[in-house]
């Protein structure tokens, strides 16, 4: 018996290093290499955002990993308590049966239109542009993915509402800041918000998905993006978003074309719906006159 037991204490060690040395030679480092964050984490705090951005970057290098963020509710969010997160989905509902029911049913299009353009916004987190800031300061590649429409319009209102709050993004080449995506038409369905179909579109670092899902947009423009830049060597893509649908939709995506990437559900602005059904009725009165009123008072003229 202790014959045995000297064997095992001898070549036990002996079968530690082999394991070891499997796991760092395997083909698959993002399971097994230790120092790389999961392919799916969530959290409501930036400081664990920036931490496994710079894991990524410490793993695959500076110039190897795309960066996409979502827009709302990522990067800025409502200011108005109705139309957050938590409760906007029941705001628009009830808008609906309200155009229904006063007669003034062309109004939910229009009013679904200034929605997307005049409320106010306000930053998730102060520290979100200075985090972005600073990894394309050091070299890094980052973008912006929305699903909001491609219409020029809202595309520009879009970049200079992100730009307003410090946003700024990577560009695809020295020469190109606008482009459109290459998508099937037969996958393109108007999401939360559209009214009419749009294909995906880049402009100014931000990918608009449009019509087209996340993931469609996104593998297409990473699509582009390597060929537009022979040079960049292919390494890890990581997608911040508050939508595990929409990460579920990239995950497949990528997967599907054979791209390594890493998602975070970013839950900041998630909570209970507590709609205030009073000023909800007011603020439904004055959509259906092409206004937005901020507080209970109009703030500006009408839009449309």
Sequence with gaps: MNFI?????????????????????????????????SKISKTNKVEDIEKVIYQLIDFYGLSEVLIFFDCDDVLFQFRDCNLKKPNIKDFIEKFKKYC????????????????????????????MPKI???????GGTVFCLTQCASIPEIRSLRVEMLKSFGYSFCQLGDSVNEMQLKVSESELAPKF????????????????AGSASKGDAMTSFIELFYKINPL????????????????????????????????????????KSNLDDDLAEYQMS???????????????????
């Design 5 to 37: 037991i000297r064997l095992l204490f001898l070549f036990f060690p002996l079968y530690l290093t082999n394991f070891t040395l499997l796991k760092a030679t395997s083909k698959q480092p993002e399971i097994t290499i230790k120092n790389l964050p």
């Design 100 to 127: 229904n029911k006063t007669g003034k049913v062309d109004s939910f299009e229009k009013g679904c239109q200034l929605l997307r353009t005049l409320p106010p916004r306000e930053l998730v987190d102060p520290l």
């Design 132 to 138: 972005v800031s600073s990894i394309i300061k050091k």
């Design 193 to 208: 918000l559209q009214q009419t179909i749009t294909f995906p579109v880049f402009q100014d670092g931000v990918v608009f």
């Design 232 to 271: 960049k060597k292919e390494g890890g893509i990581l997608l911040i978003d508050d939508s595990m649908d929409n990460l579920m939709e990239v995950e497949k995506a990528c997967r599907k074309v054979g791209k390594n990437c890493y998602l975070i559900l970013y839950t900041a602005t998630d909570g």
């Design 286 to 304: 004055q959509l259906c006159e092409g206004k937005w009123p901020l507080n209970g008072a109009d703030t500006d003229s009408p839009v449309f």
